[in-house]
């Protein structure tokens, strides 16, 4: 069975610093794996995806994932954190393909970024 | 190009009555998928419909059905409420034979059983 585990429930960093959110991944087949981000009383907006194309992966403002099969993790980080990264980060994995297959969800990530 | 919308936005139900969501796929979509995310945690897959069908289906009771429609759009009917039913109800949309395009996910349905 798939699994997704975000390890860090809360994360908190100032303004300018670097942002690592961690995910580590269960598959028994070669995954799908994406990074979502929620605002406050909003959806999920996709910030990347991996699809076994290359391993470091380039999303949505300044966000970037690398897929590690040895380690099964698929860690976010961004530079330089900005007071608008603050929400909710959800990393997820899919049973089957990038379209079709179910996401199956972390618990997420809150980032807060202090002044 | 609208994305996925979702209606209504918010809703409160007392127990056991009955709710349908809506939700219209971004414009070129054919695979609607729900999800649940409850407070504080992660989204939850309901159940997923292609050609007014459900292809795929998560862990919950047969409380939750759906429905598809030939324009693509999509209900998510729930009998019977309890208030462990409240959430946030996300729909998502996605082109089945688009590659690994990915999902486009709607702003959900905030449901709040009492």
């Known amino acids: 069975a798939q699994s997704v585990t975000q390890l860090g429930s809360h994360v908190s960093v100032s303004e300018g610093a670097l942002v690592l959110l961690r995910c580590n991944y269960s598959s028994s087949v070669p995954p799908y794996l994406f990074w979502y981000v929620q605002y406050p009383n909003q959806g999920l907006q996709l910030l990347l995806k991996y699809t076994s194309a290359a391993t470091l992966v380039k999303g949505i403002n300044g966000f970037e994932a690398e897929f590690k099969k040895s380690e099964t993790s698929f860690h976010l980080t961004k530079p330089s954190a900005h007071m608008s990264d603050a929400a909710e980060y959800f990393c997820a994995v899919s049973h089957g393909s990038g379209n079709t297959g179910k996401l199956i969800f972390g618990q997420g990530t809150t980032l807060q970024v202090k002044p | 190009d609208a994305g996925v919308t979702q209606s209504p936005t918010h809703l409160i139900k007392t127990r056991g009555q009955q709710v349908t969501l809506r939700c219209s796929p971004k414009?070129?979509?054919?695979?609607v998928s729900w999800y649940q995310q409850a407070l504080g945690q992660g989204p939850q897959f309901i159940f997923q419909y292609y050609e007014e069908e459900e292809r795929q289906r998560g862990n919950f009771p047969d409380r939750f059905s759906g429905h598809q429609f030939p324009n693509y759009s999509s209900e998510l009917n729930v009998n019977a409420l309890l208030l462990g039913d409240s959430a946030l109800y996300l729909c998502?949309?996605?082109?089945?034979?688009?590659?690994?395009?990915?999902?486009?996910f709607g702003s959900g349905t905030r449901l709040t059983v009492v």
């Open positions: 414009s070129g979509h054919d695979t």
């Open positions: 998502a949309s996605s082109l089945r034979s688009g590659g690994a395009g990915g999902y486009t």
